[in-house]
């Protein structure tokens, strides 16, 4: 009897797993010309999981399985991807392109799946009540336009009246987002804002730079990504324009942007959403996922900014997946479920520690009104042979986004027949 | 056995003068039809409508439009993708300005808008031909993704420059939109190819496809005969640029539902399609279907063979894609330079003789 029961046991055991799983697509671009940003965040994405489902037997007992489809930044294949994914029970997507989340805001919200667009993707979607669906804590681009300027005031003992300021942006809806908020804040400080756009995928600059050796802007903010980074970086330093006062965004901050030039570009300056430099949870990753041969790449991006991005993204995932089990009691969770989970997600300094990623990013806590967290950032700066943190987490100017948020969502709501949800009644 | 015309007499000139004369051949398009309008619908999954149907008939009205001015006509577009814009941004702006306006007007609309952007552009072609031509087109392409970029009235002054279709109903139906189902899509997809690739079968048969035939056959020749070059071309520029024009904006509105002008009408589209007519053959309807199939669907199973079968990484297999889908280009070019299509009718030819080849 005893024996039919471990039996029994060992079988409900064995057997368990193989029904449930918790399915998190990778919707990754390891192809073409923005493949060298989507290669290490893509690492960064599967090792944290491989890392759970080896160390710890996945989430809450429940083993994760990353379906991993190439997008190549492009839409249609995006689309081709989501639906080729979305019937396998997809938790949560996470398409690491401004172009896609546009095309998945409505799909997924209708499909009921929630979507992660961790500082990119539409900003608006910070409101809650108009986008049930779509996530982009910890920060935004308007948080990353608003902390730039944060940061200039404070280098300008705070003014910024007649200085120029020109944005060098990738011509796409990612890089036109930030323009609302810094033309609100030209105005606001009395700086002039010149907009410069470089055609996909900007290997074609040559134009735009010739205007900055003109006009000699005081700083240059950039919103650049893919092969656009390395070769903005180049022509700064062919013009040998002051590169401290180049600043990028944080999807034009990563090792790759800046190694081609190396020590000539010591002094350029980028944002960034989580803390850079070694932590705990890297030996472990070495450990039981790249020593074990599982990494999803060649394990050379390990700790590499993009990387730790990718992995942020994914111990945030799996938070909130834990989240969705404690506050619905079942370990196999639904994308509904998980998109609860998403929305009751707070994330501390302990918990951080806990993770073996201390301070990895600001503490903030998601609710039904507040889709986008603090929205702080750090300034980071190329020295030449790494990239060195200069600040601690700086706040952006919620009295400037907060009302740009407000008028977008209410125009998307508009456009698209939604009645927004009332988050203060529930 | 197979396309007999033994036994197949035509008693009135109409019959004669069909659009398949041979029974079995006509028997097989019905079959086809029945299958695309009594079957499919039925079945359809959300992944085979996004994507794999209805990218191949918005395609194939692309490529149709475009055989009309390049196979037909002879005069080389490099503007596809432009032009395709103006269908997209055209319906965008009806679709918000008039909520009530239903999906089939506005997309005839856009067709239309579409026609009289692509006259303009054809005007060139009155004194200019071949590369010039070609280069001539490409300034419209670029021309009119700058221009959408630029004006921020055709995205009705959004944050990011992203045009997002909204939802418009078609009989109780959600044509447009993401509550739309996968069925509706289809067929309304499904009636504009329908429909379009009958009108043009009907054009090119007439009197005006042979006068753009005749054009592009040889000009001067043509003009001596007593085509007018004025209207063979711009009326080619027209009805291309209105099926253009309907497949951009069904890729808009139907398709992706959120596009971003650069992105999804770029350069590349152009080439996309210009590929799609010579692959399929050019001159030829059955080509317009035949290379918008081979170019939708060859990635599409290509990543089912090599990703979700054999178990690849996705990037090699991204990149082996590369390689076979222009290996395949190569192959088809070498082999039959006129296309799909020539492949076709050469296995019709063979099949008529078929089992005694002389």
Known sequence: MKKLLTTVAAGAMLASPAFADLMFPDLSYRTGPFAAGGIPFSDGYQDYFTLLNQRDGGIGGVPVRVVECETAYNTERGVECYEATKGDGALVYQPLSTGITYQLIPRATADGIPLHTMGYGRTSAVNGEVFSHVFNYPANYWDAASVMINVLLDENGGSLSGKKITLLYHNSAYGREPIRTLETLAAQHGFTLNLLAVDSPGQEQGNQWLQIRRDRPDYVLFWGWGVMNQVAIQEAINIRYPLENFIGNWWAGADHDVASAGQAAAGYRALNMNRLGDMPVFAEIQQHVIDAGLAAGDGTNLGSVLYTRGMYAAMLAAEAARKAQEIHGVADITPAMMRDGMEALEMTNARMDALGMPGIGPEFAVSCGDHGGTGQAIMTQWNGTEWVTLTDFIAPDDSVTGPLVLEDSAAYAAEAGITPRNCNGS | ?358
């Open chain 2, 1 to 358: 056995m197979f396309y007999r015309e033994a036994g197949d007499f035509k008693t009135s000139y109409a019959d004669d003068s069909q659009t398949f004369p041979i029974a079995f051949d006509r028997y097989r398009y019905y079959a086809v039809l029945a299958v695309a309008l009594g079957i499919i619908p039925f079945v359809i999954t959300d992944y085979w409508a996004s994507a794999i149907l209805i990218p191949f008939l918005i395609y194939a009205i692309a490529a149709i439009g475009l055989n009309i001015l390049t196979g037909y006509c002879g005069q080389v577009s490099l503007g596809t993708g432009g032009f395709m814009a103006v269908g997209a941004y055209t319906s965008y702006k009806l679709m918000t300005a008039f909520p009530g306006m239903d999906m089939v007007t506005v997309t005839l609309l856009s067709g239309a808008m579409t026609a009289m952007v692509g006259v303009m552009f054809g005007l060139p072609s009155l004194r200019i031909k071949g590369f010039y031509l070609a280069v001539a087109t490409l300034a419209a392409q670029f021309f009119l993704v700058w221009l959408f970029n630029k004006v921020p009235w055709f995205y009705n002054y959004s944050a990011s420059g992203q045009i997002t279709a909204p939802e418009r109903l078609l009989f109780g139906h959600a044509v447009t939109g993401p509550n739309a189902e996968a069925w509706v899509k289809y067929l309304f997809c499904l009636a504009f190819v329908f429909v379009l690739a009958w009108v043009a079968r009907n054009l090119t048969r007439g009197a005006m496809g042979r006068q753009w035939m005749a054009i592009r056959d040889m000009d001067i020749a043509a003009e001596i005969i007593g085509v007018n070059p004025l209207r063979a071309k711009l009326s080619a520029f027209a009805v291309s640029s209105f099926y253009v024009g309907v497949a951009g904006a069904l890729l808009f509105t139907v398709y992706l539902g959120a596009v971003e002008v650069g992105e999804a009408y770029g350069i590349q589209k152009s080439f996309l399609v210009l590929f799609m007519i010579i692959i399929g053959g050019l001159g030829s309807l059955f080509g317009s279907f035949a290379g918008a199939a081979f170019m939708v669907l060859l990635p599409v199973a290509l990543k089912v063979l090599l990703v979700d079968t054999m178990g690849w990484d996705t990037a090699l297999a991204t990149h082996f894609q590369f390689v076979i889908v222009g290996g395949l280009i190569m192959f088809f070019l070498i082999v039959e330079p006129h296309g799909l299509a020539r492949l076709w009718s050469l296995a019709k030819e063979k099949l008529r003789l078929w089992p005694f080849p002389h």
